[in-house]
C-alpha cells in the first residue's frame, strides 16, 4: 500500500516523519499520533515488519523469549495476543506486528515501497526535506530515523559472484530459493546462519556449511509457551514493564550472581547447570566478573564448549565447531534448537574456510584454495550487517553544512544518549551508537526511545521551540561516559561488530552504551527532570 501525499509548500506537512516501519517505527507512528502530531512514515519494503519481514530465512526467529519481545504499552494489546513457542519464528513475529499495525491504524500512515535518497534540514525553515525515490519532497519539524542497527546487510563479495548458474540469496534479505532435494552451500555461522544450517540441514539433500570462525551456541530451550506464566505476565503489565526497563538487558532473565569466587567449584558447577537447563541468553550473564574478568569467563566458555562437544558424534568434528578464538559473550552469542545436533546427520558436512579459504564462486558451485570444488545448486549467504551506521548513511541525512552525521565519526560514533548528535538539529537515530541498543531487548529499546522523543516534542510545543540539539559538552560528557562504562570489558578488547578501531593508533571504541538498560533509563529520567540538560533549545 502507497499513499499519495499533497506538497504544502508554505510549511511543514508533517511534524514527524519516521524513517523505517519495524518494531520501533510501527510504535513511533502510533505514539505520536496518540499526541497529536501529524506522521507519515517511509518504508522502503512493502508492507511493515523491517527486520521481521526481510529476514524471512528458514529457522529465523527471536533469540529472547517471546511474551518479553512485545510492546507493554497497551495491556489489552498484551493480554490478546498469546505466543505459541517460548522462542517465536519470523512468521508469527510478522502477524504479530502486523496486528499491531492493524489495530492502532499505523498502515495507513506509512508510504510503502518508497526509499528515502536524502533529508536535507533546511535551517531558515526549521524543517527537514526528504526526498523519496522517485522525487516526491515530503517536509517535517522533525526526523526519526527508525532504520535499525542491523538492518544494512553486507553484499557478498567474491569473485565469480556472477557467474554461478544457480541460485544465491542473502538470509537477510530472503527469497523463496530452492532448498528441498538441493545441494545447499551456506557461508556464515553467525546467528543468522546457525539458525537457517539448522532447518536447511533437514530439508536439502545435502548441507554444506562454509565456517570461518566457530561460534558458541547454546540450546534455546524452546517448548510450545507456557499459559500460567503468560496468565501472571498478563494480569501485570505495567509492573513487568517497570521490571524489564529497570533490568541490565531490558528482559526478565535469572539474576546475575556474585563474582565466581564468591562460589565453591561444586556450586559454580550446579549454578551453570541450571542455565543451560533454563536456556538461551542466561549463560552470558551468569556471574557478575565473567565479561571482565578472563579466568572466569574461560570457565564459562569451557562449560559451554563441553556441553556442546556432547551434542556431536564425531569428535573430531566436534573440534573444529568449537569456539576458542575468543571469550563467550564477545559476539553475539547463537541460541539455536538443534544445530550441532544436524552435523550427525550424513547430508550435512563443515567446511572449514579458515584452513582451506574460498578462492572464488564458479558457475556450479565454490572452488576452496587448495583446488578442491563443492558442486551447489544454491548459496546461502548468512554474511551480517553494516552495523550502526549502514541504514543511516544510505538515507544521505544532511544538515545546514552539507554535512551527514557519520562525517563527524570518523574515529567512532559520537552522540548524547545515542539518539542525538551535535550540528543536527530535531534528528533522533532511535536506538543509535551509545545507547543500550544492541546490547538489550530491541523491543523496549526502540519503544523507550520513541517515548523520549515523543515527550520532548511536547516539551518543545509547550515552551515555543522550534529546534533542538544537544550541546558540544553533553555529546562529549556522554560519549565519555559511554567509552568509560566499556573500558574493562573483554568484548571491547576482541575485533566484533560493536567495536570501532582507529587504524592510527589502534584505540578501541565499544559502539553500544554498556552500562545497562536500567542506568541508561535513569539517566534519561534525570536529563528529563533537569528540564532536558544537555539540549539546546531555540
Known sequence: ???????????????????????????????????????????????????????????????????????????????????????????????????????????DHIRFNTRVE???????????????????????????????????????AFDGIDDFQGEWVQSSQWR???????????????????????????????????QRTANYSIPAQNRPADSNRFARLAAKVPDVWDEII????????????????????????????????FGGQSLLSVFSDQGVDPEVNEMVSEFVRQKSRKRIDDPVLAEKLMCTTYPIGVRRICIDTGYYERFNQDNVHLVDIREDPIERITQTGIQLRSGEHIDLDTIVFALGFNAFTGALDNARVTNERGRHPSDRWARGPRTFLGLTTCEFPNLFIITGPASPSVL??????????????????????????????????????????????????????????????NQDDGTRVFIPYAGGVGQYVEKCKEVVANDYEGFSFK
Open 440 to 501: 538489550s531487548n530491541m523491543n523496549l529499546a526502540n519503544v523507550q526511545h520513541m517515548d523520549f522523543v515523543g515527550d520532548l516534542i511536547a516539551y518543545m510545543d509547550e515552551h515555543g521551540y522550534t529546534r533542538v540539539e544537544p550541546t558540544k559538552e553533553a555529546e562529549d560528557a556522554w560519549t565519555d561516559h559511554a567509552y568509560a562504562v566499556a573500558e574493562p570489558l573483554l568484548r571491547r578488547a576482541h575485533d566484533n561488530y560493536m567495536v570501532h578501531v
Open 1 to 107: 500500500m502507497s499513499m499519495d501525499v499533497e506538497l504544502t509548500p508554505a510549511g511543514p506537512e508533517y511534524d514527524v516523519i519516521v524513517v523505517g516501519a519495524g518494531m520501533g517505527g510501527i510504535y513511533g507512528i502510533h505514539r505520536f499520533r496518540q499526541q497529536g502530531l501529524s506522521v507519515i512514515g517511509i518504508e522502503a519494503a512493502s508492507d511493515v515488519g523491517g527486520v521481521w519481514f526481510h529476514n524471512a530465512y528458514p529457522g529465523a526467529r527471536v533469540d529472547i523469549e517471546s511474551d518479553n519481545y512485545c510492546y507493554f504499552f497497551d495491556p489489552e494489546l498484551y493480554q490478546e495476543w498469546q505466543w505459541s513457542e517460548r522462542y517465536a519464528a519470523q512468521p508469527e513475529i510478522l502477524r504479530y506486528l502486523n496486528h499491531v499495525a492493524d489495530k492502532y491504524g499505523v498502515r
Open 176 to 210: 523463496d530459493v530452492p532448498l528441498e532435494g538441493k545441494r545447499v552451500g551456506v557461508i556464515g555461522t553467525g546467528s543468522s546462519g546457525v539458525q537457517a544450517i539448522t532447518v536447511i540441514g533437514g530439508i536439502a539433500e545435502q548441507t554444506y556449511v562454509f
Open 246 to 277: 529497570a533490568s541490565p538487558g531490558g528482559l526478565i532473565l535469572p539474576p546475575v550472581m556474585g563474582k565466581a569466587s564468591d562460589f565453591p567449584p561444586e556450586q559454580r558447577q550446579a549454578i551453570l547447570e541450571e542455565r543451560w537447563a
Open 118 to 156: 536524502s533529508a536535507v534540514w533546511d535551517a531558515e525553515a526549521n524543517q527537514y526535506a526528504v526526498t523519496a525515490e522517485g522525487g516526491d519532497v515530503l517536509t517535517s519539524r522533525f526526523l526519526v530515523m527508525a532504520t535499525g542497527q542491523l538492518s544494512k546487510a553486507r553484499k557478498p
